[in-house]
């Protein structure tokens, strides 16, 4: 079901999206050779609390982090355990908050000091990817058209899209309608209308699409080994335009 929020609502999501934006950037700050994904998942834990909000995550489906911590191959939902990162990894950093009874949902990846020429550029490409599609986020334009916008930059730089993983409405729950793929045909789909809010993600692969998940039941990595990259933004559609919710 699509949710339309008013403008009061999209306010109050606003300042949640300003909260996850901000810790995002500490965590951007903090990621270095040696740091455990442990020390990120206290930190944006740490720094939700002290903004008198509450992680989105932790505890969502049984989830036992506040932060979603995926290296390398791993393309989403990863656990924020004791290790430590290296020089040349590079980590998808997936985050959220509930604050006055609405979420913000945002995801950044970074690279760990030098990274190789092919991570730079599958970073660079599922970034940009992101704002193709939210530049086509807006009244004049259909579902699909996020969905096209998102493959048919990544593909043209020989990466490739994770199918299995979607992005989703937000609001008042973390997962609302309506589902958002980040492939297929543009023009299809419902036409996008003010008042609708969107959790855009691409997460893009280095080599084949295919991915599964691991045996604690959350990670997800590619099944050939390749590596991953996620980018999110919690997005508004307006009357005048995209208006992204989780930036500072």
């Given at each position: 079901m699509i949710v339309l929020k008013s403008r009061a609502e999209i306010e109050k999501m606003a300042a949640a999206g300003r909260m996850v934006a901000e810790i995002l950037a500490?965590?951007?700050?903090?990621?270095?050779?040696?740091?455990?994904?442990?020390?990120?998942?206290?930190?944006?834990e740490r720094e939700t609390l002290k903004r008198k909000a509450k992680p989105a995550f932790k505890g969502y489906s049984?989830?036992?982090?506040?932060?979603c911590c995926s290296v390398n191959e791993q393309v989403v939902h990863g656990f924020a355990t004791q290790r430590a990162l290296v020089e040349g990894d590079i980590v998808s950093l997936d985050f959220g908050v509930l604050h006055n009874g609405f979420y913000g949902d945002s995801a950044i990846t970074v690279p760990v000091g030098r990274v190789s020429e092919v991570a730079t550029r599958l970073i660079k490409a599922t970034e940009e990817s992101l704002y193709r599609a939210i530049e086509v986020a807006d009244t004049a334009h259909r579902l699909s058209d996020l969905a096209h916008a998102v493959q048919s930059h990544v593909e043209a730089r020989g990466f490739s899209v994770v199918r299995d993983f979607v992005g989703h409405g937000i609001g008042k729950e973390l997962h609302e309608g309506?589902?958002?793929?980040?492939f297929g045909a543009a023009g299809k789909g419902p036409r996008l209308k003010a008042g609708m809010v969107l959790a855009i993600e691409p997460m893009i692969n280095e080599k084949g699409y295919d991915v599964k998940v691991l045996e604690d039941g959350w990670t997800a990595v590619t099944i050939d080994g390749g590596l991953s990259a996620h980018f999110e933004h919690t997005v508004a559609i307006t009357d005048n335009g995209p208006l992204i919710l989780t930036k500072i």
């Open positions: 500490g965590l951007r700050e903090m990621v270095a050779p040696g740091v455990t994904l442990a020390q990120l998942d206290a930190y944006a049984g989830f036992p982090f506040s932060l309506p589902q958002i793929p980040n």
